[in-house]
């Protein structure tokens, strides 16, 4: 099988694709055999040992495949060969095959096709966690979302208006903004071309927003909290610039305003059956057509590289996914 290893932490460019002996399952586990994988933000930290999971090396980055199962360990029941799966494995989903707990597959009903379900829980299931249980979004408030032509900013537009928020999207360029609309977002800021906090006064008639979801950081972080409403929550997704914010707390107080963190993999862990009951959900508005990732690219497993380096520069546009042979046997681009 091949597979995409981080032999040693570094950049992108020092990843290298080889051929290694096909998996085995343990106790537990399943063997994935992968079609698609999505490429995610902590892909790129996880192979410059910046994550907060440390893998022992070598390690193929990957943390969410679609495709089908190939073996079955002990232990593990309700599953059987063929079945149709997404699997959250952290890391190790840039290959063909992959191994996955049990308790971190999905499955994947018929009809949802392989590329658009490795693109749903990391991004959509984020995002359904945060603004469902963590910011408790209403229907009519107005969500604010920074990084919107990203793919968690996209789920977030798509989700936002799926609860029926109002929705404004921050993103540094016209070409993005444009995507954005065509995601639903109701309002737009160009945050490269206009001051964030301007535009968000001109937008709301300087109420503010009810809720931001924020996976930037940087400066954007203190400027979207500066302009929440009353009783808002900024919710604390990640940090794409690359810097941690360090906002005046003072504002919570001024504005009884919350900083809410979202951290879904934990949520997974430690809440396994609510976490379960919203990927039902995520899975019937996919299959019933209500939500739609946006892949702007599909590229084969061995151009991981070059996959996370346009995601490190931030022009990757919604969702760039990476698919095998098997993949693209069964009719993936």
Known sequence: ?????????????????????SLQPGPGQVVVAVHAASVNFPDGLIIENKYQFKPTLPFSPGGEVAGTVKAVGPGVSGWAVGDRAIGVCGWGGFADEVVVDVRKLVRLPEGIAM????????????????????????????????????GTGLSAIELGKLMGARVIAAASSEEK????????????????????????????????????????????TEAALRSMAWEGRLLVIGFTTGTIP????????????????????????REPARYDALMQELLGWLREGRIRPIISAHMPIEQATQALEILGRREVKGKIVLTTALGREGGLP
Not at 251 to 266: D, E, N, P, Q, W
């Open 246 to 269: 360090r906002p005046a707390l003072n504002l919570t107080l001024l504005k009884g305003c919350s900083i809410v963190g979202v951290f879904y993999g934990a949520f997974s862990e």
């Open 115 to 150: 590329d658009a379900a490795s693109a749903l829980v990391i991004t959509y299931g984020t995002t359904h966690y945060a603004l469902q249980v963590r910011g408790k979004l209403q229907p009519g408030e107005t969500l604010l979302v920074l990084g919107a032509a990203g």
């Open 177 to 220: 903004l444009a995507l954005c609309r065509q995601a639903g977002a109701d309002d737009t800021i160009n945050y490269a071309s206009e001051d964030l906090r301007e535009g968000i006064k001109r937008l709301t008639g300087g109420r503010g927003v009810d809720v931001v979801y924020d996976p930037v950081g940087g400066d954007y």
């Open 1 to 21: 099988m091949k597979a995409v290893l981080c032999e040693q932490f570094g950049p992108p460019s020092s990843l290298v694709v080889k051929d290694i002996a």
